[in-house]
């Protein structure tokens, strides 16, 4: 291996950003998410040699381009294969994934629910803009039922999947959702991403200007989205609203939204809890369309040993338990000399 | 009545002295044959290893169902396994076996057929009870109804010999049963004169936490040894002298055994560790549970969610500066495939094993075949090349493992092993090397940041591997075209021309690396055979059986598939007539007949089986002939 030499100099934007032109439609979700990240990893206070930016195959996965890191834009679903390759290999390296909702759920969905569930340590950043933007404007798998597109004249007929639930069902140690609009929001939640040790996943619901302009504008738009963006803060109540006077609690084995005097929340709003049981957070996830404000934020975060650490673990015990010797190896168990 | 056996207990390890005659024979190819259930590939292994022991140059060929468990006693549930040894050098499991033993009338209605007339049968007949014969579709019991004429038939009770062996060790039925194998393995070793040593310290280890098993395994193997050696249906025994082999400390290895260890070997030789992803595939498996096995060498073995997922894992440990290979079969290259383009456009080194089995689709998945190679020319979208290496012994299993990790990173690309069925099952005596003579593979990483661009070539075309964790060396790769030094995205129409044509050049390149390719055979030789793969064995047995009684015939083997040789065309040229055989409908000779323009004879098998040496020699005699 080569020398890993240590970048001394204290790291800023700048030292993130490429010389490439940034191609995305202007007015693109895109720019927003690549800035916050250009913002948050000089923080971290990792040097910039050891970042790799890995994506699949759409216009979210453009991103290692625009990326002054190691990098690769590979092929539609694979992303996550290839950053658990590299991740494996090289524990030492900080590994993102840039994806979008066709490439992690779609082509590469199978891959999505195996890097998650193994937990390797990668941070896996899904573009959600429900719609094929590069390929010109079909229906993804994020797409709601009956979306009418140019692959779907008459309106979708397959049942859409939520991303977050399904990292959640996957068993993902840190599920996190933000959007493209709330800077602040974005840039708390990657920089939680980024110091999390294991599978980190983050869902941005992110505006397609061109094929799918306002799919999340209720969330998004500065009228509309105190109402309906709940933000998820460990060990607070769940309020949501303008006047921060909703909030969310049981009923039976259900949540329901109460109304409330601003300031006076009653006893029984639910708590979040990030390390609650995924039940707990499963639940949150199926809140998506009114009455219920759409959650924001951190669903769970609970520390598991990584799947590249186990490797590594492994690999230390046979060493202890055998020296390495490679002639003996070559021998195996039986041999003959012929004189 | 057979007389009661000694005491296994009072038998020590080492051979009793027989009254019996001893024959001398050069060569004998025997096949073990019986129920899957009946542990005739761990049988035919223990009799393999024995036979190194002996000195005897050796061979083997193991066949059984894709089943697990077939039902018992039935026709597809029947396993084989040959052995050819020999006094002399030999390179095939041998065309047809001499002797068969056979465990069930299933095993003997499949196998005999392959039987030379007059080989010497050796049978269960407890065995062959009538519901037993009519799983195996036999209308009448073939021990009594004379269709075994035309062969030595020896009758052993095996079953109720073993039962009797072991009286008294409070074994259940089913325990009882599965040590029948040890005994007719014992039979065996008595009438071939292989030592018991290795198989008595095989079954301690093996069985060491069960003792009662332990015990039974062992009094088995040496009851049917003295059984062999007392009972009067023996009347000689077989030596089969030490052949003449090289000098040297030897092991048995077969070819999926050979190229994980030549690929922890080729990760030492680079100094840099090994990766291995990869996918649960018939016949490749072996090769990912041998590296599983090997992490005390630093080995990150990644069994993946699927064979995308285990090439693609390859690429990202490739692109992290680890030695990366993927192995699988047919099935799992399809999978692969986009991703293998991917890997000659970021010109990053992997190397991939294809373990070729019957195909198309699931095809026959334990049984071997060469049909893949054109699949790994040209199945992948675009002007796509890399290179290609087959190995044709399991020997070079391991060497051109070596070879095919070398070339990958010194010419960043992708490079395929077509090893097959045979190939990965087979074992031969292999000479194990001195790993302080293998030569480096050392690929230096560039140096200085400043002059750093990733796809600026070396004199060989090839572009640097720097990998993340280099300072000032951060970059980014990836399945768009690339602008000719920067690496950077490009749409230009000339660049993409010129790139073409350099990933082109870059795998043309490594022909200068290829050794001059060996002539086998006779000087005056007016017909050449051209293999590849696999079928060298039968090939060059073919041949040499044709030399001998003054044929004009000859033959080269072909290790590398991409680039050719570039003495190929001028040899091809020399002969009047030149004859390709492979397991497939004619791949090579197509890509052969297209470069060279030559009027090339095809001879194909696709049986699932390896050629033998009579159907080689058949084709040679006919095109002689000026049948053809």
Known sequence: ?339 | MPKEPKSPMEETATKPQSNKQVQEVEAVTIRFAGDSGDGIQLTGGQFTNSTGLAGNDLSTLPDYPAEIRAPAGTLPGVSGFQIHFSSRDILTPGDAPDVLVAMNPAALKVNLKDLEQGGLVIVNTDAFTPPSLQKAGLAANPLEDGSLSNYRVIKVPLTSLTDGALKGMNLTRTQVDRCKNFFALGLMYWLYERPVEKTLAWIESKFKKVPAVLDANKKALLAGYAYADTAEMFHEHYRVKRAPIAPGRYRNLNGNTAAALGFVTAAHLAQRPLFYGSYPITPASEILHELSDMKAFGVRTFQAEDEIAAVGSTIGASFGGHLAVTGTSGPGVCLKNEAIGLAVMMELPIVIVNVQRGGPSTGLPTKTEQADLLQALFGRNGESPLAILAPATTGECFSLAIEASRIAMKYMTPVFVLSDGYLANSSEPWRIPDISKLPSLRVEPPSDPKSFKPYQRNADLSRPWAVPGMAGFEHRIGGIEKADITGNVSYDPDNHDRMIHIREQKIANIAKEIPPTQVFGAKNAEVLIVGWGSTYGAITAAVRDLNAAGKPVASIHLRHLNPLPSDLGDILNRYKRVIVPEMNLGQLVMVLRSRYLLPLISLTKVKGQPFKIHEIRAKVQSVLDGKE
């Open chain 1, 1 to 339: 291996m080569p020398e890993i030499t240590a970048n001394p100099a204290p790291l800023t934007r700048k030292d993130f950003v490429s010389d490439q032109w940034v191609r995305w439609c202007p007015g693109c979700g895109d720019f927003a998410i690549l800035a916050q990240v250009q913002n948050v990893i000089p923080t971290l206070g990792i040097p910039r040699e050891k970042f790799v930016f890995v994506s699949g195959i759409g216009c979210s996965s453009r991103f290692p381009y625009y990326m002054n890191t190691f990098g690769m834009h590979t092929i539609h679903g694979r992303a996550m294969t290839i950053a658990t390759g590299l991740k494996c290999a090289r524990p030492d390296l900080q590994v993102w994934v840039v994806t979008g909702d066709g490439d992690a759920l779609s082509i590469g969905g199978n891959h999505f629910l195996h890097t998650l569930r193994r937990n390797t340590d990668v941070k896996v950043l899904l573009f959600n803009n429900r719609i094929y933007g590069l390929t010109k404007g079909q229906a993804s798998p994020t797409s709601e039922l009956g979306k009418k597109s140019k692959s779907s004249p008459m309106g979708t007929i397959d049942r859409p999947i939520n991303p977050v639930r399904f990292a959640l069902a996957s068993e993902a140690t840190f599920v996190a959702r933000s959007i493209d609009t709330d800077v602040e929001h974005q840039r708390s939640i990657l920089a939680r991403a980024a110091q999390h040790k294991g599978s980190a996943f983050i869902e941005i619901l992110q505006n397609c200007i061109v094929f799918n302009d306002g799919a999340w504008s209720p969330v998004e738009d500065r009228a509309t989205r105190d109402d309906n963006a709940l933000k998820l803060e460990h060990g607070k109540p769940l309020i949501f609203g303008k006047n921060r006077d909703k909030g969310i609690r049981m009923k039976g084995l259900s949540p329901e939204v109460v109304t409330f005097e601003p300031g006076k929340p009653p006893a029984d709003l639910i708590v979040h809890d990030e390390q609650a049981s995924p039940a707990f957070a499963y639940m949150l996830s199926e809140m998506e369309k009114p009455p219920f404000p759409h959650p924001v934020g951190v669903f769970r975060c609970v520390v598991e040993p990584t799947y590249d650490q186990r490797m590594d673990e492994q690999i230390e015990q046979a060493r202890k338990a055998r020296a390495p010797d490679l002639a003996a190896l070559l021998a195996g168990p039986e041999t003959w000399e012929v004189q």
